[in-house]
């Protein structure tokens, strides 16, 4: 019904920059919130940045004045740019979207199928 693909993972040394992208596609009435998380190896997936459909951003404190969270609401798409990476950055980066499907259904949550963020030190 929904699906969000995600772009724009690879290999980046320490200090380099990615830009992460998220489409979500399908059975879409809204698209509220939206979201990147990521889970490290042997660690538990953990909030990177959301941002509200009218814009409002939240960040883990990890990231703050690092990586920027954006959106453009007439393609569904969310961005993550992440500027002055560390290794402790490395992990799978997933996407997340609030979606309602139709006017009257309730909202739910979809997740990307990931992409690996390496940062080699």
């Known amino acids: 019904q929904v699906q969000l693909v995600e772009s724009g993972g690879g290999l980046v040394q320490a200090g380099g920059s990615l830009r992460l992208s998220c489409t979500a596609s399908?059975?879409?009435?809204?698209?509220?919130?939206m979201g990147w998380y990521r889970q490290a190896p042997g660690k538990q997936r953990e909030l990177v940045a959301a941002?509200?459909?009218?814009?409002?951003?939240n960040y883990a404190d990890s990231v703050k004045g690092r990586f920027t969270i954006s959106r453009d609401n007439a393609k569904n798409t969310v961005y993550l740019q992440m500027n002055s990476l560390k290794p402790e950055d490395t992990a799978v980066y997933y996407c997340?979207?609030?979606?309602?499907?139709?006017?009257?259904?309730?909202?739910?949550?979809?997740w990307g199928q990931g992409t690996q963020v390496t940062v080699s030190s």
């Open positions: 997340n979207g609030n979606v309602r499907s139709a006017w009257f259904t309730k909202e739910y949550d979809f």
């Open positions: 941002i509200t459909s009218s814009g409002t951003t």
């Open positions: 399908g059975r879409i009435f809204s698209v509220n919130a």
